[in-house]
């Protein structure tokens, strides 16, 4: 977000950090009103303030600014406003040097920053130059313009009208954000569009590089967990597997008995179950990606479709303490669905506040008539998610616990499927959520069907689907607490 400071120069207002801005004059009396409520503004809002001043008295400037801001002294005394000849700022041996110049403003903007001032409010006055350094100076101006745009740092540069030729004025305003010049009794402030232009470009091209990097950032953390994803259940498959085909050996033949060669094989097949979703949520998840999947939508009553979902899930979680309720207030209402894919919404939000959810906590599924649009909401009272994490809780490879010793497993794409099925059937989910109170995800669905020759009953699609308890199987396959 831009953040914009008080420049204290009328007609000028507000200006983002990064202003390069620009002064002709051509007595000292003319600017002395604007540069003293430049540095009033800086000073007032914990800037600091540096003027490097050319051809005038350091003693001359403090009696200028003594005018308009008490205490003047305090402020130089606690190092707030430097006063720097010129000569000690941007000449050496008689030579300007681009780089030494750029590195003493870093070097400040730095210092501000260790003293906690908000940034650096600058003047330059270059009524110090002749035409021979003229072309390092303007070419200095422009590598300014590329390194200030991101930094706490503003800066006006004076110029003396009556020294620049017609093109070192134009070269001057070229390269400077804003131009101040009198006309006549009145100061008038010249906005460079080009540049301007050039600073969005550079801004969106930052935002872009930023949201790129972010975004490799969190692909890389999706596939060092993926790893882990993988590795894990083929661990557990792989350590089953021997100890069933070490059964017949003498010193574990008595201990493996009938019961715990079920649990082996429960732990291998829900372990399989886990894989065979993490493999599905990254095949689909391309699929999505790439604008290649597809849903098949087949005029159904909704309410029945959810229902009998939760009904499937219910001993499941009765089993580990915790109730789930089913609430409606339509008794039927068709439209449009692909009923794998809406029992997979509704499952993985369920597993989702499994997850999460307190001992003997409670899960809600509730449905509501619009009339041209349906509300289904789950919630629980489970631990809920901070609310800095909500803005991205749907974002592609996003965990809100990464840690390893992390309570519940899962790779960070659920949600993020969830989100895009939903906006395959046109709708929009949102959540809300506080912290040791639970969380509710509440999707909006608009009211649609197809044509269709003869209805679909959703008893017989729901026959003909997979088994539910299959499904069941594969969303729960990474809750090993049930």
Not at 253 to 259: F, L, Q
Request: charged letters at 25%.
């Amino acid at each position: 977000m831009e953040i914009l400071r008080e420049s204290g120069i009328k007609g000028l207002g507000k200006i983002s950090w990064g202003t390069h801005m620009c002064m002709f004059y051509l007595s000292r009396d003319d600017f002395s009103d604007i540069l003293i409520n430049y540095i009033k503004a800086g000073l007032e809002n914990n800037e600091l303030c540096i003027w490097v001043y050319s051809g005038i008295d350091k003693n001359v400037i403090i009696k200028i600014l003594k005018k308009s801001i008490n205490d003047i002294e305090q402020y130089i005394m606690k190092r707030q406003l430097l006063l720097i000849p010129y000569i000690d700022w941007y000449i050496k041996d008689g030579n300007f040097h681009r780089e030494k110049v750029t590195n003493r403003w870093l070097k400040y903007i730095e210092f501000a920053k260790t003293k906690g001032f908000a940034g650096v409010k600058a003047i330059g006055d270059i009524g110090w130059i002749d035409k021979n350094l003229w072309f390092s100076f303007s070419d200095y101006e422009t590598h300014l313009n590329n390194i200030i745009g991101n930094l706490p740092f503003t800066i006006i540069c004076l110029y003396n009208l009556l020294k620049c030729t017609s093109f070192q004025i134009a070269d001057v305003i070229r390269n400077h954000k804003y131009t101040l010049i009198k006309n006549e009794a009145e100061w008038s402030v010249l906005k460079n569009s080009e540049l301007e232009l050039k600073e969005i470009k550079l801004k969106e091209s930052n935002k872009m590089l930023g949201e790129a990097l972010e975004y490799n950032k969190l692909r890389t953390e999706f596939f060092s967990n993926i790893s882990h994803e993988l590795k894990t259940p083929l661990t557990i498959i792989l350590s089953a597997l021997q100890l069933l085909n070490e059964k017949n050996s003498t010193h574990l033949n008595e201990k493996i008995n009938e019961n715990t060669e079920k649990k082996y094989i429960d732990i291998i097949k829900q372990n399989s179950y886990r894989l065979l979703r993490l493999v599905n949520n990254i095949i689909d998840l391309t699929k999505i990606d790439s604008d290649f999947f597809d849903i098949q939508l087949k005029n159904l009553n909704v309410v029945e479709v959810v229902e009998n979902t939760v009904l499937s899930v219910a001993e499941y979680i009765k089993s580990n303490g915790i109730k789930i309720t089913f609430d409606t207030d339509v008794e039927e209402k068709i439209m449009a669905i692909d009923i794998d894919q809406f029992e997979r919404i509704i499952l993985n939000l369920i597993s989702n506040a499994i997850k999460f959810a307190k001992p003997e906590g409670n899960i809600w599924v509730s449905l509501y008539d619009k009339q041209d649009h349906l509300i289904i909401s789950v919630k629980d009272d489970g631990k809920g998610i901070p609310k800095d994490k909500l803005p991205i809780i749907f974002e592609r490879f996003y965990q809100i616990d990464k840690s390893l010793s992390r309570e519940c497993e899962g790779s960070g794409v659920g949600l993020a499927i969830v989100k895009s099925l939903v906006e395959k059937h046109g709708g929009k989910i949102t959540v809300n959520s506080t912290l040791g109170v639970g969380s509710e995800f509440t999707m909006k669905f608009p009211i649609r069907t197809i044509p269709e020759k003869i209805p679909t009953s959703s008893s017989t699609l729901l026959n003909e689907n997979q088994d539910c308890m299959e499904k069941v199987n594969i969303e729960f396959s990474d809750i090993y607490s049930i």
